[in-house]
T-cell receptor
């Protein structure tokens, strides 16, 4: 099956700093999503981005499908950005959305 | 209520107990999912239901029994669990297209989870 690796595994930032999170995947995919899990366990979808670049406020994401990686950029980080960021991919072609999740990047933003 | 809700939020049970987790989605979606999240491990897909039919059983032990009575409700019935089953159980829903390949509408929306502890 597809392998999904995320880096770094842990990241500590001062408020206001920028960061880049990376997701590498081992096979071509038709679906790639970034999620944020807050400290209370709630998972929120950030981007659906199988290719190209998208931006939403201070967050943006870029997926280079031909090179099998995706990047999540967080600018001017805030303490509310703390939590775990997951990348999830799917090869596609099936009847349902079978996402394979990476191990996540644990982000702590300090005031 | 909006989005995806799960009850209970926390559950402590003994190995001989029988309990059920409930998930309800208010988004009009046609697919629902159960995931297990253990400490320091990626989310693991357990079951998928599409239009109330189970389309995926990811080699889950029979002590976990899913039920999807309609496209808005999903249950996970638990019996004779083991301590290693302690985890956060997450429910999700999505609107699946009919073309067989993902699209932006296939975004999954997650509930807040049930934190399960098996003693």
């Amino acid at each position: 099956g597809i392998q999904v690796e995320q880096s770094p595994p842990d990241l500590i930032l001062q408020e206001g700093a920028n960061s880049t999170l990376r997701c590498n995947f081992s096979d071509s995919v038709n679906n790639l999503q970034w999620f944020h899990q807050n400290p209370w366990g709630q998972l929120i979808n950030l981007f659906y981005i199988p290719s190209g670049t998208k931006q939403n406020g201070r967050l943006s994401a870029t997926t280079v499908a031909t090179e099998r990686y995706s990047l999540l950029y967080i600018s001017s980080s805030q303490t509310t950005d703390s939590g775990v960021y997951f990348c999830a991919v799917e090869k596609g072609g099936g009847a349902t959305n079978k996402l394979i999740f990476g191990t996540g990047t644990l982000l702590a933003v300090q005031p | 209520e909006t989005g995806v809700t799960q009850t209970p939020r926390h559950l402590v049970m003994g190995m001989t107990n029988k309990k059920s987790l409930k998930c309800e989605q208010h988004l009009g979606h046609n697919a629902m999912y159960w995931y297990k999240q253990s400490a320091k491990k990626p989310l693991e897909l357990m079951f998928v239901y599409n239009f109330k039919e189970q389309t995926e059983n990811n080699s889950v032990p029979s002590r976990f029994s899913p039920e999807c009575p309609n496209s808005s409700h999903l249950f996970l019935h638990l019996h004779t669990l083991q301590p290693e089953d302690s985890a956060l159980y997450l429910c999700a829903s999505s609107q699946e297209g009919t073309g067989g390949f993902p699209s932006s509408t296939d975004t999954q929306y997650f509930g807040p989870g049930t934190r399960l502890t098996v003693l």
